[in-house]
């Protein structure tokens, strides 16, 4: 059974830093491309942040220089480092993976509509 399971939001102040964290069980994540998607209430959800099988990886336009996202292979596990947070950072931060993605950047654009593993979230919330 395919379990992804976030941690790591919480409540800081603008400026502030975060680490997500997701952890993988039931398949590798080697094998998948996988990424993090956020959505804040009453708004579409959105890609932020993706990565291929190949470890390439692909932001979104209003994170890019911010968000790190990276891949643990041998920990079985998917981090997005946010750093310089803003308040329109603020939402639920899903960690999601997919069988098949052409890029990274599909990941992203599609906004997760390839993926076909969700976690439940991790809410993060920045304070001006």
Request: aromatic share 10%; proline share 3%.
């Amino acid at each position: 059974q395919v379990q992804l399971v976030e941690s790591g939001g919480g409540s800081v102040q603008a400026g502030g830093s975060l680490r997500l964290s997701c952890e993988v069980s039931g398949y590798m994540a080697s094998e998948y491309c996988m990424g993090w998607f956020r959505q804040a209430p009453g708004q579409e959800r959105e890609g932020v942040a993706g990565v291929d099988k190949y470890l390439s990886t692909n932001y979104a336009d209003s994170v890019k220089g911010r968000f790190t996202i990276s891949k643990d292979n041998a920990k079985n596990s998917l981090y997005l480092q946010m750093n310089s947070l803003k308040p329109e950072d603020t939402g639920m931060y899903y960690c999601a993976a997919g069988r098949w993605c052409p890029s990274a950047r599909v990941v992203v654009d599609t906004h997760g509509r390839m993926m076909d593993y969700w976690g439940k979230g991790t809410p993060v919330t920045i304070s001006s």
